[in-house]
């Protein structure tokens, strides 16, 4: 039986070195740079609804049951469209002397065209 010589490619090995050498320079480059979390603007984000936080715990369905009810009290605090009186979750709406209204009723009722207006 033949004997197999392994052979080390010195200079394979040295470009594998230098091929680690740069991936871990370079995430600690990534790491380095990244900006910390400013926990002030994380929780302003979360106030606003900006940015969700589904809690989980190992109970499924009451995580579902808790997430269900906060998002129906957020839906409470938003205006409601006069029209649909549906909160309105869009990030505009439409207050016509006073009367609030979604996009949609707004251009619905509200929205002509110039050319049946001119005479
Ligand atoms: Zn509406």
Redesign the pocket.
């Known amino acids: 039986m033949k004997k197999k010589k392994i052979r080390l490619r010195w200079d394979n090995i040295f470009k594998d070195i230098v091929g680690i050498l740069v991936i871990v320079v370079v995430l600690w480059a990534v790491y380095a740079t990244s900006e910390p979390i400013d926990e002030s603007k994380a929780n302003n984000l979360i106030e606003k609804g900006v940015v969700e936080v589904f809690t989980r715990t190992d109970d499924p369905v009451a995580d579902f049951h808790r997430d269900d009810a906060e998002k129906t009290e957020a839906l409470k605090k938003l205006p409601k ?6 909160p ?1 979750q869009d990030s505009y709406l439409f207050d016509i002397e006073g009367t609030l ?2 996009e ?3 251009k619905e009722l509200f929205q002509k065209r110039v050319e049946d207006y001119i005479y």
């Open positions: 469209c006069s029209y649909c009186d549906e309105i209204y979604c949609e009723h707004a």
